[in-house]
């Protein structure tokens, strides 16, 4: 029953998870883009005048797409019409069961995996999931009834298909280097030292299967440079083309999710994971009362400073009239309560002896806040190619699958069976 | 309890009704995926009985099997694409050169 | 618990196909057969065949489908060209009597076999024990496949393009 229990909180985290980082790459795309072409991005919508940058406009988006009509043509196939949005979004969001966010948690008889599935099959798995993505959008294409759909839901089936094989022989390699394909298995792999200085990440051991893996994942999430089932200066909208309201966002969704999970295979298979790098998991239980110290003064004072910042915003003084001009200081009185609160915990913390699951939570607690920040700074990444490179053209892109990606991914098994072989003569 | 017999029955269901839609229907594209499902049903079967004898060979068949069902697929399709440019039917029935 | 299971699996698994089979519109059918190999996929991790049930929704359900999709849609057939030849009321009689007479003989053939038994190692199934059999006992048959392969390759190019 506690197993239970625990397997639900688990999938609910993960899953609540997954679908918070929409919002915020919603916000990265937004700003993000504002930022590279030199806008100034969102800054309007606001509750109770906090603004924070423009991430509130969110919630505008989102009312918005709510109370729009939910148009469905008179030419459609209905029940394909309906269902085909949903698909893609549910679809990705079953791979998350298998992505680990920290180490098993231990304490006392206690032995916790930090992911809902242990399955042994681990990547493929995701790998199997995520090639199920593709039939939301064949869906929407066809059942559209109109040629531009059908062409993007074409190119869409063509374009997975083809950047599937890639996509999996990419990480052959590192299941070679790491021994298995089980996710927490490989992420444990990468906390070694490699020639004593360099974490044995995937990246150093594997950097042209990084590279390979990652344009496959572009092409698996149909973004740019490779979103041509959408490209809107061809095929106007693409498979989407038809869609209102709510639907239509629900594609956007899928596509955000796609993207997380993408960037969580990204740091978990070529930038260790959750692994604190030169911290191993032992050594973190170890020295928990350190980092937690480390953790709560580090808050303190990016509390303190964020702030001192947020009083001195006033630039636009009077610009709104309204609660909106008083955005730095409400804001600084949050991060004043935040500081405080680390103080606080500092101060109480202080020369205690932690109970023992205290110091696995603290070390989980840092291996967690290692795996996010990798996975945000991958998500920046994907919006970033986005707004810097162009689309590609259509033959282009089956050309670079076929006859540059795949020949280069079987090479790089070749070798690195090769140097593995070799490694083990040498040492024996 | 599920028993081999229960396995064993929906893999003859689903086994005979793709030989039901291999002779009953004149749609290649049909015919094709029919053909799929029979492969399938097999494949169901290979695995019951490797899970009762406790050996893995019949997953390793299951495996051949479905390589083979996608090397299949791949040629099939393509053969049914140029038929289709060809001679503009995808109906079986319409596919008798060789006969009149 | 475990035959409830079975049964939602199996009874999914029945529907898909004989929508497929009986679908005018092939799309249909194809979104039917990916319904009933799913469930099959099911099946096999009940079965403790996870590494098939992994390689059934990556090969079949997210490769095959897609291609047979992927052509059904590009073929994009018109109501008319859909249209089938009528079977004939007694060939039709004789072809379902002749599948359902095949599957009762199929059924009386295993009729009483014994139940499965309820554990089973760990690892049955695994991806680990599985390779390790196809590249030891299997090997030659593994590298046919693998050959075969190659000419479905090479011979579907040939078929597809116009000018070589």
């Not at chain 1, 298909?161 to 996710?183: A, D, H, K, N, R």
């Not at chain 1, 790089?412 to 090769?418: D, L, P």
């Not at chain 3, 089938?84 to 003989?105: K, M």
């Not at chain 3, 009729?111 to 038994?117: D, E, K, M, S």
């Amino acid at each position: 029953m506690e197993l239970h229990l625990i397997g639900l909180g688990k999938a609910v985290f993960i899953w609540g998870l997954s679908l918070t980082m929409i919002p915020v790459l919603i916000w990265f795309e937004r700003k993000g883009s504002a930022f590279i072409q030199d806008r100034v991005g969102p800054n309007r919508a606001a509750v109770l005048g906090v603004r924070l940058g423009g991430f509130i406009h969110n919630i505008a988006d989102v009312v918005k797409l709510v109370m729009k009509e939910m148009l469905v043509p008179s030419h459609v196939n209905r029940w394909y019409f309906v269902i085909a949005p949903f698909l893609g979004i549910t679809v990705v969001l079953f791979a998350f069961s298998v992505i680990p966010w920290a180490d098993n948690l231990r304490f006392s008889d206690w032995n916790i995996p930090m992911q809902v599935s242990t399955l042994n099959g681990g990547v493929l798995f995701i790998l199997a999931i995520t090639s199920l993505n593709v039939y939301g959008i064949v869906l929407a294409g066809w059942s559209s009834n109109n040629k531009y759909s059908l062409l993007g839901g074409l190119r869409s089936a063509a374009q997975m298909v083809s950047y599937e094989i890639p996509l999996g022989l990419s990480i052959v390699g590192i299941f070679m280097v790491y021994g298995s394909v089980q996710l927490n298995e490989i992420v444990r792999g990468q906390g070694e030292l490699l020639f004593g200085f360099l974490p044995r990440w995937g990246i150093f051991v594997q950097p042209l299967g990084l590279i390979l893996f990652m344009v496959a994942a572009f092409a698996e999430t149909n973004r740019n440079p490779f979103d041509v089932p959408e490209g809107e200066s061809e095929i106007v909208a693409g498979y989407h083309t038809e869609y209102s309201g709510v639907r239509f966002a629900l594609f956007y969704m899928g596509e955000y999710v796609a993207i997380v999970l993408a960037s969580a295979m990204i740091a978990t298979l070529f930038f260790g994971g959750w692994q604190v790098p030169y911290f191993p998991t032992e050594k973190l239980v170890a020295h928990a009362p350190v980092v937690l110290k480390i953790l709560l003064g580090a808050g303190t004072v990016v509390s303190l400073v964020a702030g001192l910042l947020c009083l001195g915003y006033d630039k636009r003084l009077g610009h709104w009239g309204d609660l909106r001009d008083q955005e730095g200081k409400i804001l600084a009185v949050v991060a004043f309560v935040a500081c405080a609160a680390h103080l606080a915990g500092l101060v109480f913390l202080w020369g205690k002896e932690l109970p023992a699951w205290g110091l696995a939570t603290v070390a989980t607690a840092a291996q967690f806040g290692a795996f996010i920040g990798k996975l945000l700074f991958f998500c920046w990444f994907f919006i970033w190619v986005r707004w810097s490179l162009p689309r590609f053209r259509y033959d282009q892109l089956m050309r670079l699958g076929w006859k540059s990606l795949i020949p280069l991914a079987f090479a790089n098994i070749f070798f690195t069976g090769v140097v593995l072989v070799l490694i083990d003569r040498f040492r024996s | 309890m599920v028993t081999i017999h229960h396995y064993m029955i929906l893999s003859a269901i689903l086994f005979f009704t793709g030989v039901f839609g291999v002779l009953y229907r004149r749609n290649i594209l049909v015919i094709f995926m029919s053909i799929e499902l029979m492969l399938n049903a097999v494949n169901l079967s290979f695995v019951t009985f490797a899970r009762y004898t406790q050996s893995m060979d019949g997953h390793v068949i299951a495996f051949f099997v479905m390589a083979l069902a996608a090397a299949e697929a791949a040629v099939g399709l393509a053969i049914l694409v140029m038929l289709f440019r060809n001679r503009s039917t995808v109906q079986a029935d319409d596919l008798r050169l060789m006969r009149d | 618990m475990e035959l409830i299971v079975f049964y939602i699996l199996a009874a999914l698994a029945v529907t898909g196909a004989v929508v497929m089979v009986t679908r005018r519109n092939p799309l249909n059918g194809a979104f039917a057969l990916i319904l009933s190999l799913v469930s099959v996929a099911g099946l096999f991790a009940m079965l403790h065949a996870e590494f098939l049930f992994i390689l059934q929704i990556l090969l079949y359900a997210g490769a095959i489908m897609v291609l047979i999709i992927f052509t059904i849609m590009l073929l994009n057939l018109s109501k008319e060209e859909l249209r089938e030849p009528p079977v004939g009321r007694i060939r039709g009689l004789i072809i379902l009597v002749a599948s359902l007479v095949g599957l009762l003989g199929f059924i009386r053939v295993f009729r009483g076999l014994p139940a499965l038994q309820a554990e089973v190692d760990p690892a049955f199934g695994n991806i680990e024990p599985v390779g390790e059999l196809m590249l030891g006992n299997y090997l030659y048959p593994f590298e046919i496949i693998s050959v075969l392969l190659l000419v479905a390759v090479v011979g579907v190019v040939l078929l597809a393009k116009k000018v070589i």
